[in-house]
């Protein structure tokens, strides 16, 4: 599988509240029962904790009566606790200890207790960070580029902090597995920028472009692919100077079950990233595996370019906040002497969403390839939903079409929408692919997909590539319209 590159910076503030306790009242047990207690922990932005965490009941004279240490996640239970008064404890790495007395009595036998984690500050010095999303002139740029440059990888962790890696590299493969789910939900506006380095470390002009970004994800049992589309092209032409960048936002895909075997990982620690407790783990690609991460493609011909850095993995959550890379060694075959890419990651809240999702903000690149020098920047913005998995809980948009494919293949296909006769009105056809396994939304109305109002809306058919039964479709309007379903149909749209 070939993964190419590129990708995101976020300033994110933790307020320091109290944390909370409440109990909830059951039925009075019989006697000789004794009761149990649930602890529950969030983060002070409303984020569940999943983090590292371990939780001690003490009775009143401070002597533990039960302790789950050392584990992860954001809920613990406690069975089989006798009537009396008791302390919880939790502490974890990055996070203020917390003690909250609860009682357990025959009146109220079971307990919940909701704490809130609130992040220490160590005033510890960070890595430096460059910054793309905020570099808005040339000088900016150069600022950025200058941090990007001098990064290291291996100061400022906080000291007599254990770090225990075989949790944080399980915790890390969770949320990944999420990220690549959460890739192909979403379209963005991408803005690349294109400088020339100087030899003096200057910037040349800017070349700039903006696209319509989308990323698709195709699966299998055992494999997966990511494409990404600019303007609904893979053209690596569009790019500023020709010279495409792809596949950024696969890169913390170094921590999938997939591929984290082709690397060996270090944690040098606990530090702090714009105000969020974070292990810092280092990576460097094996010489004994395949590099299946990143590679170049040089007429037609591909070179695999093995990599080592480091990435910022939040202590509260397990999200990959930053992620740093460099080369091994020099690539003689392309004469690649250096590259360095840093990606940053930022929660999205999207208003049709229950809950947020972490995605690449901003990435930044500088090669020196056969002499030449470049610095790249890519950043994204105005995020929005466009496909689901069809296990997960959506919302419908009003006044729209639903199409989910039920097979193990993506799908194209040609929606045409009708109005009704005799309005003046045309027909709006869209051609789009599904993946497989997922769930696209089309809605109708003005600036959106289908661009009439919905209450114009006489009927609809969707011609597919796919076998009868592959796609499951739903109209999600006020009005009642009919739509038709076309399989088997050659689609001139899907190369």
């Known amino acids: 599988m070939r993964l190419n590159l590129v990708i995101p910076v976020f300033a994110f503030a933790l307020s320091l509240l109290a944390p909370v306790v409440c109990a909830q009242q059951t039925a009075t047990p019989p006697a000789g029962v004794h009761g149990s207690l649930d602890v ?125 890696l075989p949790l944080v590299l399980q915790g890390v493969e969770q949320t990944v597995k999420e990220l690549v789910s959460n890739l192909d939900r979403f379209s963005a506006t991408e803005r690349v920028e294109h400088f020339t380095v100087h030899p003096d470390g200057g910037l040349g002009a800017s070349n700039a472009r903006s696209f319509d970004y989308v990323v698709v994800v195709s699966r299998s049992e055992k494999w997966f692919g990511i494409d990404e589309y600019r303007d609904g092209g893979l053209d690596p032409g569009i790019f500023p100077a020709g010279i495409a960048t792809q596949g950024l936002p696969a890169m913390a895909l170094i921590f999938h079950p997939t591929f984290a075997g082709d690397f060996n990982f270090v944690c040098t620690g606990l530090t702090e990233w714009k105000g969020r407790p974070a292990w810092q783990v280092e990576f460097e690609q094996r010489a004994d595996r395949p590099n299946q991460i990143r590679s170049y493609i040089i007429h037609e011909n591909m070179y695999s370019v093995p990599l080592k850095g480091w990435a910022m993995i939040d202590a509260g959550t397990f999200q990959v906040l ?13 004469k690649l002497k250096q590259e360095r890419i840093a990606i940053d990651y930022a929660p999205v809240q999207f208003r049709t969403e229950e809950q947020q999702m972490w995605l690449p903000q901003s990435a930044e690149l500088y090669v020196e390839r056969g002499g030449n020098h470049y610095y790249r920047r890519h950043t994204f913005s105005k995020f929005q939903v466009f496909t689901v998995g069809t296990d997960q809980k959506v919302h419908a948009p009003k006044e729209s079409y639903a199409f989910t494919n039920n097979s193990n293949h993506e799908i194209f296909g040609v929606l045409t929408v009708n109005p009704i006769p005799g309005r003046a009105l045309h027909e709006v056809s869209i051609t789009f692919r599904i993946p497989a396994g997922g769930t696209v939304f089309k809605a109708v109305g003005p600036g959106k997909d289908i661009n009439f109002p919905a209450e114009e809306v006489d009927s609809a058919r969707f011609a597919h590539n796919g076998p009868p039964g592959s796609i499951e479709a739903n109209a999600y309007f006020v009005k009642a319209s009919t739509l038709e379903l076309v399989p088997d149909t050659v689609v001139p749209a899907a190369q």
């Open 40 to 164: 529950r922990l969030k983060l002070a932005g409303g984020e569940k904790f999943s983090g590292i965490a371990s939780t001690r009941v003490l009775t009143a004279d401070g002597t533990s009566v039960a302790e789950h240490i050392d584990e992860i996640g954001g809920r613990t239970h406690f069975a089989d606790l006798g009537m009396g008064k008791y302390s919880v404890e939790v502490s974890a790495p990055g996070f203020a200890t917390i003690h909250r007395d609860v009682e357990i009595s025959a009146s109220e036998p079971s307990a919940d207790v909701f704490l809130i984690m609130t992040p220490e500050v160590s005033h510890a010095p960070v890595p430096a960070s460059s910054a793309a999303a905020n570099a808005d002139t040339r000088e900016d740029a150069e600022k950025s580029l200058h941090a990007l440059q001098q990064e290291d990888a291996q100061a400022h962790v906080l000291p007599n902090v254990a770090c225990p």
């Open 322 to 334: 930053r992620l740093d890379s460099e080369l091994i060694a020099p690539v003689e075959k392309i």
